[in-house]
């Protein structure tokens, strides 16, 4: 068969043997050069060896940039534009005049222009609804409060309520793990935070697996730091299912006791840390992208938000992680999180400290679909 081809490769004219090279020379140009250069829409390639044919497979998964575009319109979820406004004058012959007021337009904070996710990122196709705590408390969060299939059950209860009132938007669940977490002793090293045993976190990935669910491996430093704490959990977060929160509550710059006063963490040398390294990760293991949630509910809690650069591996979601009354809440989420837009935006649901006040009740889905943005991680503690 080769043979045959090379005759009759041999047997075209000089002309038409002309443009076949040239042909395949622009074919060669696309795979090699064209191709790989598109990488904000590529996740990356992937070559497999079909055993039976002996050959290279070449697979490119592309982002769908027009949906993700549209997905993250619909998130910001902006009040319509100001109208142009008709004005009438009555001149002393009794004769009207219309003037039409067109209004400025207003400048929108959403959505945020960043990158492009690589291929197989889960936000903003999908809306992640997760369960938070640690498995030693029962007073840390709903995860550890009770026993794994009632714990379950509610998750999955508050997974259909947000399937049914967007079914737009497919919901992942997830567990919200403490893995590090901040005590109110000092410890042999001085730290005030302590960490959890690996048997501990496998419990918990046995769990998420067991109904698909993500998992995420929170991260209260206390008087240590990020760049010390993160990389002792390298081996979970090259799993495609096991993301990362940071909480600057309990980053105890100042030396001060973790809860005696509000921590704070740097948007540039913190939250920067942990993008970077998880995108090495991600781009040295071949993972979909990853999700870096970052708590927060007062100003100070995070500095440099400005600095705060996502990457095609890593999606960051500012969660509002205030408690109390529904107007304490949304007045929280417009003045920390609206006003100082990075990428995604998360939500808190405090089942117990949400209805301290007297006839409060926690939010609905369909109420927090009504903000602007509107949040694609739902917490609940």
């Known amino acids: 068969m080769k043979e045959k081809i090379i005759k009759e490769f041999k047997n075209i ?20 050069f064209v191709a790989p250069a598109t990488i904000g829409n590529v996740s990356y390639d992937k070559i497999k060896i079909d055993k039976d044919k002996k050959e290279n497979v070449i697979e490119i998964s592309l982002l769908d940039t027009i949906s993700y575009n549209q997905k993250l319109i619909t998130l910001a979820n902006n009040p319509p534009q100001p109208q142009p406004v008709i004005k009438k004058t009555k001149n002393a012959d009794g004769s009207i005049i219309e003037t039409i007021l067109q209004p400025i337009p207003r400048v ?13 990122a889960i936000l903003p196709f999908n809306r992640v609804v997760a369960y938070y705590g640690n498995l030693y408390s029962k007073k840390m969060g709903v995860l550890g409060e009770y026993g794994e299939e ?19 938007t497919s919901v992942i669940p997830a ?44 991260i209260q430093v206390a008087l240590s730091d990020i760049q010390t704490e993160l990389p ?25 006791r973790p809860g005696k006063v509000v921590g704070t963490m740097d948007g540039e040398s913190d939250v920067n840390f942990v993008i970077n390294y998880l995108s090495k990760i991600v781009q040295e293991n071949k993972l979909t992208p990853k999700i870096l949630v970052v708590h927060r509910y007062t100003r100070g809690m995070l500095t440099n938000f400005a600095k705060i650069k996502p990457t095609p591996e890593v999606q960051v979601v ?25 990428q995604f935006t998360g939500f808190k649901i405090f089942y117990k400290n949400d209805t301290k006040e007297p006839d409060t009740k926690i939010f609905e889905p369909s109420e927090l ?11 609940y503690q």
Do not use: C
């Open 13 to 32: 004219k000089g002309t038409a043997r002309f443009w076949v090279i040239v042909v395949f020379i622009f074919i060669a140009f696309i795979l090699l």
């Open 232 to 256: 002792v959990f390298e081996k979970y977060l090259k799993l495609p299912n096991v993301h990362v929160g940071i909480d600057p509550e309990f980053s105890m710059k100042t030396g001060a």
């Open 108 to 120: 929108d904070k959403w959505p945020v222009k960043t990158v492009y996710p690589n291929a197989g």
């Open 318 to 342: 500012m969660h509002m992680d205030g408690w109390g009354g529904k107007d304490k809440k949304i007045s929280t989420y417009k003045s920390f999180i609206y006003t100082e837009p990075v």
């Open 150 to 168: 009632e714990m379950l059950a509610r998750l999955e209860g508050e997974v259909k309520k947000w399937e049914a009132v967007d079914p737009e």
């Open 175 to 218: 567990l919200h793990y403490i893995a590090v977490v901040a005590q109110g002793t000092a410890g042999a090293d001085g730290k005030y935070r302590l960490r959890m045993e690996d048997t501990e976190i496998d419990k918990v990935l046995a769990m998420a697996n067991k109904i698909n669910a993500i998992m995420f491996l929170d």
């Open 369 to 379: 679909l009504k903000l602007n943005p509107r949040p694609i991680y739902i917490q």
